[in-house]
């Protein structure tokens, strides 16, 4: 059994592609950043956790929490939840580099068993104006998305350069990792 401990529609549609059968839950998670706590750290943490929450009502299961932080200049950036928040984000990473940590952890309660990971995106920003700012978030809403954007949608024009190993870890869930863990878990891929 397999279970997806989020309720991302993003993360679902990615983990949907390795043609697996597998469930969703609730992780019941507090994601507020600790005091002092590096981007990286906090996405490995919230992974752990998320996965830790849903495999103790699923102990026969492996379970995937995954969680990712966007980091300008040292700092978290969250998710914005407003149209102002998102405005905010997204002019201070106008024309500047902002790296997207997303961490993801497979458990399994029964033996305890624990493969962890971590993917590094590293976007570059073109320079924005205020107005194409404001024309991208009418039009897209990406206020449940870390970085105030949609890579997969028109986000994609605010920027310069991606750089990553996998492309869909900048969407929330880095396939190439999970599937190479999947397997390591005695999971059948196509």
């Known amino acids: 059994m397999l279970v997806l401990a989020s309720t991302s529609i993003y993360r679902r549609d990615l983990l949907a592609r390795l043609g697996l059968r597998f469930d969703v839950a609730r992780p019941e998670v507090d994601e507020t950043p600790l005091l002092n706590e590096s981007p990286m750290s906090q996405a490995q943490r919230l992974a752990e956790a998320k996965a830790r929450a849903v495999a103790e009502r699923n102990r026969d299961a492996w379970v995937i929490g995954s969680d990712q932080v966007a980091e300008l200049n040292g700092q978290s950036l969250g998710k914005p939840g407003s149209f102002e928040r998102a405005a905010d984000q997204l002019a201070a990473a106008s024309g500047q580099r ?42 897209e809403q990406p206020y449940d998305c870390a970085g105030s954007f949609k890579s997969e949608g028109l986000g994609i024009t605010l920027f310069e350069s991606i750089e990553s190993r996998d492309p869909t870890a900048l969407i929330g869930l880095p396939l190439i990792a999970l599937a190479k863990a999947l397997r390591q878990a005695g999971l059948t891929l196509p």
């Open 98 to 139: 902002v790296l997207f940590h997303t961490a993801v952890s497979v458990f399994r309660h029964n033996d305890k068993r624990t493969m962890r990971f971590c993917d590094l995106t590293v976007v570059q920003f073109r320079s924005l104006g205020s107005a194409e700012i404001e024309r991208y978030l009418h039009a």
